[in-house]
């Protein structure tokens, strides 16, 4: 069975910066591609960034690109999203998502990925 547990999240003023943490149980995390999703109140959970299972590829969605980043050590199975420069529209219950399929392009919808977190909460607010 996977497990995905997501930590780092909390209160932050605009322009701060929070490193959210995605640890997976299990001997295959190195092979899985891993996504970070958002949901905030009230709206469809939306994809935040991807990164394939060696690394060589990531991808973000357009609001967060320049200001997110996203890397993981399978050594420690883990990935990371460290997120710089937050905005009140960042705030949302942030999800890590494992998908093992390994596909020609990162997965953007949820639908994609075959294990979820629980979440953590990330408020950006002054």
């Known amino acids: 069975q ?3 547990v997501e930590s780092g999240g909390g209160l932050v003023q605009p322009g701060d910066s929070l490193r959210l943490s995605c640890v997976v149980s299990g001997r295959t995390f190195s092979s ?5 999703f958002r949901q905030a109140p009230g709206k ?3 994809f935040v960034s991807a ?3 060696n690394s060589a590829r990531t991808y973000y969605a357009d609001s967060v690109k320049g200001r997110f980043t996203i890397f993981r050590d399978n050594a420690k199975n883990t990935v990371y999203l460290q ?3 937050l905005k009140p529209e960042d705030t949302a219950v942030y999800y890590c998502a ?3 399929a390994r596909r020609v392009t990162l997965g953007t919808r949820p639908r994609q990925y075959d294990y979820w977190g ?3 909460q990330v408020t950006v607010s002054s």
Do not use: F, K
Request: aromatic share 14%; charged share 20%.
């Open 2 to 4: 996977v497990q995905l």
């Open 32 to 36: 899985y591609d891993m996504g970070w």
């Open 44 to 46: 469809e959970r939306e």
């Open 51 to 53: 990164i394939s299972w």
């Open 83 to 85: 997120m710089n420069s």
């Open 98 to 100: 494992a998908d093992p």
């Open 118 to 120: 629980q979440g953590t």
